[in-house]
């Protein structure tokens, strides 16, 4: 079975930046489309950002495109979310996920890490 870790998460300043990654063990990486969502204190779960099983396509949220970057390392069966540029408003945590398809819904997603906290505060 498929199992995800996050990694990467931090206090920042704001305009700073940090990469997330999320590692996966018991099958390739690469069989599956990954998601990044985030969850602030209070507030639902919202999407941010997703790449395709197939063709590597990724898909950004309007609040993060241009910031951040979704790529895939199959060789370290890893997948990456780089931030730059962050704001206050970036602060929750970061979930990885995994499905069939690159999709904004969290319901299609199968797998799921545990999450790391990203605080981007001066």
């Known amino acids: 079975q498929l199992q995800l870790v996050e990694s990467g998460g931090g206090l920042v300043q704001p305009g700073g930046s940090l990469r997330l990654s999320c590692a996966a063990s018991?099958?390739?990486?690469?069989?599956?489309?990954i998601g990044w969502f985030r969850q602030a204190p209070g507030k639902e779960r919202e999407w941010v950002s997703c790449?395709?099983?197939?063709?590597?396509?990724?898909y950004y949220a309007d609040s993060v495109k241009g910031r951040f970057t979704i790529s895939r390392e199959n060789a370290k069966n890893t997948v990456y979310l780089q931030m730059n540029s962050l704001k206050p408003e970036d602060t929750a945590v970061y979930y990885c996920?995994?499905?069939?398809?690159?999709?904004?819904?969290?319901?299609?997603?199968?797998?799921w890490g545990q999450g790391t906290q990203v605080t981007v505060s001066s």
């Open positions: 996920a995994a499905g069939r398809s690159a999709t904004f819904t969290p319901k299609w997603y199968t797998y």
């Open positions: 790449i395709s099983r197939n063709d590597g396509s990724t």
């Open positions: 018991g099958s390739a990486l690469d069989n599956y489309a």
